[in-house]
């Protein structure tokens, strides 16, 4: 798993099987519809495309929407993926479609993960940004459920203005609450993300390392998404520790084997839209096919897009020179919805590689 090369087969894939949602979230990527859109993949279609997912050297392979509990096939369309030996989890909307008995059967099917997403410590919080009230109060309800099956949890945060200032109570939270990841995400301005609510390149810088020293005593692990320079503050932070003798418990292998070094959007990442499309992933609005017409790995490895998202040594800017584009590489996602290039600049890093203080003294 840790060893595949990313030019020819992703880590993770992402479907997104339909963008239909009863919540209304400020920062959604999909701007989820209450309806479904009838030109969504086909249960038959859906089926071909797990096909495809399983020969590229069967990748980790996420369930997402809008609220895939809006298709009626889903369960049939994941037991379909177990049974050819895929790990699937799933990442629903905590609706009144999340009950026990839902939860139980994902169980019996053999999901190894369920997600939600909790963006506050209160429901205040919570249910501002996910645009309904009582989504905070369904979330708690879903993650009683989980505990009471057994099943692992993984809680998603989206750091945004909106939250920055709790995150040490979201902390708290998520620990009482027996996860076992913490997937922390840093808003994209896309879909209906604004860039206004965004935290700065300074506050990234902040949260990162509170992270790291976050990780060394949480009983969760943590994995940020979008923000691929915590890969670059945890080897720095971890080399000056290690400089100055202290010992550390084992998290670059851990933290970092969720998500190994080196994956970003385009690499080791494959994003699926509800009809087919493919992307570099969800935040990367860059159409590079469609399932309809061209295999998925023809896209994946062939396709102009993810072959430059590939090559760190394209990068401009500061990524450009910095010496770990290649495990880090910054967000393409926001480097694309910020400057309109892909290749530019992660926005949100405050580092100034040697290279390129150098350069620009040139």
Not at 66 to 93: F, H, N, Q
Not at 215 to 236: G, P
Not at 334 to 349: F, I, K, V, W
Request: overall charge positive; glycine content about 8%; proline content about 4%.
């Amino acid at each position: 798993m840790f060893n595949r090369d990313y030019n020819e087969n992703p880590f993770i894939v992402i479907w997104e099987v339909t963008r239909a949602c009863q919540l209304n979230c400020l920062h959604c990527r999909a701007e989820a519809q209450y309806r479904r859109d009838p030109r969504e993949l086909s249960f038959q279609e859906g089926k071909k495309l797990i096909d495809q997912i399983y020969e590229m050297d069967n990748p980790v392979f996420v369930f997402t929407g809008g609220d895939p509990l809006m298709r009626e096939d889903l369960y049939e369309l994941a037991e379909y993926a177990v049974k050819k030996g895929i790990r699937v989890s799933m990442t629903p909307s905590a609706t009144p479609l999340v009950t026990k008995e839902a939860i139980k059967k994902a169980k019996e099917i053999g999901l190894s993960r369920w997600a939600f997403s909790l963006d506050g410590p209160n429901a205040k919080i919570h249910d501002h940004f996910r645009g309904t009230s009582g989504s905070f109060e369904l979330t708690m309800n879903a993650i009683r459920y989980l505990n009471e099956l057994e099943i692992p949890i993984q809680i998603n945060t989206t750091v945004s203005n909106y939250n920055v200032n709790q995150l040490e109570e979201m902390a708290k939270l998520v620990e009482q609450l027996g996860t076992v990841l913490w997937s922390v995400f840093f808003l994209i301005p896309t879909g209906r993300g604004k860039e206004s609510d965004m935290i700065s390149p300074l506050q990234h810088e902040v949260v990162l390392h509170w992270l790291y020293e976050l990780n060394k005593t949480s009983r969760f692990d943590i994995k940020t998404t979008e923000a691929h320079h915590y890969r670059r503050v945890l080897l720095q932070r971890s080399k000056q520790e290690k400089e100055k003798g202290i010992l550390l418990k084992a998290q670059e292998g851990n933290r970092l084997g969720r998500a190994p070094m080196g994956i970003r959007d385009g690499s080791g990442f494959l994003f699926i839209s509800h009809i087919g499309d493919v992307y570099p992933s969800g935040f990367l609005p860059i159409k590079c096919g469609n399932v309809r017409e061209t295999p998925l790995a023809d896209i994946y490895r062939n396709h102009s897009v993810f072959k430059e998202l590939r090559n760190a040594d394209l990068f401009k800017g500061k990524c450009g020179v910095c010496e770990y584009r290649n495990i880090c590489g910054g967000s393409r996602a926001r480097a694309y919805a910020m400057t309109g290039d892909y290749l530019e600049s992660e926005p949100a890093c405050t580092y100034i590689p040697k290279g390129y203080k150098e350069k620009s003294v040139l």
